[in-house]
Every structure is written in C-alpha cells, then in structure tokens.
C-alpha cells in the first residue's frame, strides 16, 4: 500500500507550484493494451526553443502515472516519454494553456529484430543545385517506414558477423557530412557498405526519417546509385532542371514546384529489397581548378608505371623471339648441305663459324633477374612497403643495369656475326665454286 501511494506522489514542474495536471496510462500495444507496471516514465518540458526533463517516476500496478502542479503558461509544452526494451517511446506535445488538466495514454510494443514486417511507403530524394566553388551538391532525403506488424523493429549495430542488423540507409559513392534530423533522436549510427546503419527503433504504424549529406564531384557528370535495403511502394527524386537528370528506372514526370523552386520529378514505384537504381546526372558546373586538374585525377600514378613495365616487357620477348626463329631458320639451312662434300677450307670455315657462335652466357639470366626485382619493386611501392625516393633510386638502379646487359649483349651478337660472315666469304675460293658447279 505504502508503494501504491508513493508512486501516485505528485510531480512539482518548473521552479514553483502550478496547477496543470497530466494522468496517463502506460499500456502494451502487442499484447492488447495490457497495462504496463513498475515501468519508468519521464515528463520533459519545452521552451522557448529548448527542453529538458522535469522529474521521473514509475508507474503503478495499473500502468498508471500522474504529474500535477504544473505551469499552464502559452510558452511552454510537455511530453511524457519512456524506454522499453531498447526502443524510446515519446507521447504527443500536450499544451496545458487552455485547459489545465490532460489524460494521455501512452504505448509501447514488445521489440523484434525481425525487419520482414517493414517496409518503405515513400522515399523522396531532393537534390539541391551544386556549389561550384566547392565542387559539391547537397542531397536532403525523406523516408516513410510502415511496420505492419504488432512489435517494434528495433536493430543491433554489432558487425560481430558482417553487416549490422539494423536500419540501413542508402547513401552514393563519396558521400559525407551526413546530417541526421528526424527520426534520429537519441540514436547511434555507424558506416556500412553502401551507405549507413543506425539503432533507430520502428513501431507499428509509420515512422518518419530524414537526413541530409553532401556529395563531391570533379566532372561535368555524376552516377547517383541508390540501392533499396527495403521493399519501397514509391520513389520520388528531385533535381535542378539544370542538371539534365536522367535514370532508366526512373521515368520523368515533368517539371514539379518545392519550395518555390522548379524541379524535375523522376519518379517509379514497387521496388524490391536489394534492387538499385542509378540516375545520371549532367551539367555540373566545374571551377577553375577542377577544369585544369580533373583529367589528371582519373588515371593514378601507378597505372603508368606498370604499363611502361608491360610494354617493356613485351618488346623483349619479341625480340628475344625473333631471336630465337632467325637462329633455328640459319641452322636448318646449313643442315641442308651437310651432304656437300667440303674441301679442307671449307671444313676450316665451318668449324671457325661453330668456334664464333654465341656460347651460352648468364646475361639473360641477370637480365631476367633484374626484370623480376623492376616487378617486386613496383608491386611493393603499390602496396606502400616502399617509401617513394627509395623506390625512384632502386628502380633507376635496376633499369640501368637492364640497359648495360642489353648493350652489351647486342655489341657481342654484333662482333660474332661480322667475324662468321668473314668466316664463310674467306672460303669461296674460285676454284672451290667451280667444282661445286660440276659436282651439282
């Protein structure tokens, strides 16, 4: 009896006593308004653009709760709100300037983190006109969830197993100073693939969310991806008339007025979970400097390098190749007339063409060594192990030593072929090509 009438106490508001009263019951939508006890609930009183909380207490065996000696003043608005299994719960604004005395009743629902019963009615994308002079545009969004079941979604931000379980938003490649307004009160978010995941609880019935970010860009167009993480009866997407938007699975419906400003509407409907939609948008105002730099932002550094590696690479197998064809092609023709028979002069011009062939040497083996060290060095520059100057003056080292071996093989090649050609012209004597004459 005596905790019957302790919490039945009134609660004194404001800095002294008035004579507004708010009773209310705490009640369980889920389980058919049955009356919620011993539960904490919280008068909180807004004014002159703040709020703050005035006193707590719990409610009795009853779901029962009652706030008295309250200012009744026209400035100032009260609302009763409360906790329940993970989710915030928060009555309507309940005005005591007209009449002292209000009766509330407040609802909570059993949480699930099952999101099969929820779903977005409408989804308004606004994009607003671009800062050239920041090479940005900003981007505000509007969502109506409906839960049409009879428990309260209410996620997980743990990634303990990969993406959260928790309300997802979509967000476009690059998107930062995200800004979240309603909806979004008392609630946590965090970056995921694609966009973000926060804690925010949805109840039976429509929930209203919105946000507003900004994007960069550093060309006259843009893909605007969007994916839908849930089923969507609707999208709507507003951009400047300027911006010659376009999307394929969004057909334009004309010129439309918000705020005073003509947009255009790019609109669909009955999307599934999972699906994406990208609208392309075009004539984007560039700055100075983003006209003189955006070219070369497209193609990084590395791109270059590993394509002169490639080219290199390609040249000396073509030649080395060719190489290889030329030598077999002179070797099956000397074979051809092995069956010739050779004088002793002869016989001294083939043995000293075999004595001044190229002997096998270890410089294409250095030369492929190296190649494989340019490799490894680039791949470990990329990777970051390798700090830039050490990988300018290893990579100039080895590219030197390349261009020595590659020299010095071709001067050795060169020597040999003059020495075989003289070879070969000092043994067609006159009387040796008679005699082959007659013998053919």
Known sequence: LLCLLASAVPAQA????????????????THNNAPVANQSVTLQM????????????????QGAFLFTGLSTANTIKYAVYTRYQGAQYVSDLID???????????????????????AVVQATI???????????????????????????????LNASQGRPNALLFSLPQGAR????????????????????ACDAAVPPGETQFSF???????????????????????LSVLTPPALQASSGALPSKGLMTANNHPYLLLQNQNFRRGDQVHIKLQGLPL??????????????????????????????VLSSLLYHLFQRWREGKGHGRQHVPRRPSAERAESAKASLRPKATPTSDEQDRLLRQL???????????????????????????LRVLMSLEQEKEHRSRSKEHQAVESSRSPSSGKRRTEKS
């Open 177 to 196: 100073n995200v800004a979240l307004a309603q909806g979004f009160n008392s609630v946590e978010a965090v970056q995921v693939a694609g966009g973000f």
């Open 287 to 316: 700055s100075s400097n983003q006209s003189q730099s955006s070219g070369l932002i497209l193609v990084p550094t590395w791109v270059w390098i590993v394509s002169g590696v490639l080219v290199m690479l390609v040249i000396i």
């Open 96 to 118: 005591l300037s007209k009449q002292a005395e209000k009766q509330i009743e407040l609802t909570v629902y059993d949480a699930s983190s099952d999101s099969a019963n929820v």
């Open 14 to 29: 404001g800095n002294g006593a008035g004579t507004g009263t708010i009773r209310g019951h705490l009640v369980n939508g």
């Open 46 to 61: 807004a004014q002159d653009g703040s709020a703050r909380d005035l006193t707590t207490l719990r409610t009795n065996s």
């Open 212 to 234: 507003s970010f900004e994007v960069p860009y550093q060309s006259t167009s843009y893909d605007f991806a969007y994916t839908f993480f849930y089923p969507t009866v609707q």
């Open 375 to 401: 490799l490894e060095l680039d791949k470990a520059f990329e990777e970051g192990r390798l700090k830039k100057a050490e990988y300018t003056e290893e990579r100039a080292r080895i590219k030197e030593r």
């Open 126 to 156: 606004l994009i607003h006109e671009p800062d050239a002079s920041k090479g940005t545009f900003s981007v505000s969004e509007i969502y109506f969830f409906q839960n049409v079941g009879r428990t309260t979604y209410v996620g997980s």
